[in-house]
């Protein structure tokens, strides 16, 4: 069984800063990409960043020059740093994480987590 928690949401004002993280346990092998999506009210689920084993990021073209994605491998975990944030920020921020829970597995399982809100206001 595998678990991804997030943290670090909670409301901020435009143009401030914030910082999710999210944690994954449980039988872990190996964990490959992760990434940060989103979904505002009425909306469909959007990528927000991603990030490679090795590190290489991605972003969506509107979070670019703002959000910093990065990751602890040893700690199975991945950061997204919000700055400068505004409105059109708000959302149910969602990690997510491909991995293999055993040596012997051929394929990735994707996971997600519950969820964490962020709402940009002044």
């Known amino acids: 069984q595998v678990q991804l928690v997030e943290s670090g949401g909670g409301p901020v004002q435009p143009g401030g800063s914030l910082r999710l993280s999210c944690a994954a346990s449980g039988t872990i092998f190996r964990v490959y990409h992760m990434g940060w999506y989103r979904q505002a009210p009425g909306q469909q689920r959007d990528v927000v960043a991603t990030i490679t084993r090795d590190g290489s990021p991605t972003y969506a073209d509107s979070v670019k020059g703002r959000f910093t994605i990065s990751r602890d491998n040893a700690k199975n975990t991945v950061y997204l740093q919000m700055n400068n944030v505004n409105a059109d920020d708000t959302a149910v921020y969602f990690c997510?994480?491909?991995?293999?829970?055993?040596?012997?597995?051929?394929?990735?399982?994707?996971?997600w987590g519950q969820g964490t809100q962020v709402t940009v206001s002044s």
């Open positions: 997510n994480a491909g991995l293999r829970s055993h040596a012997y597995e051929l394929r990735l399982t994707n996971y």
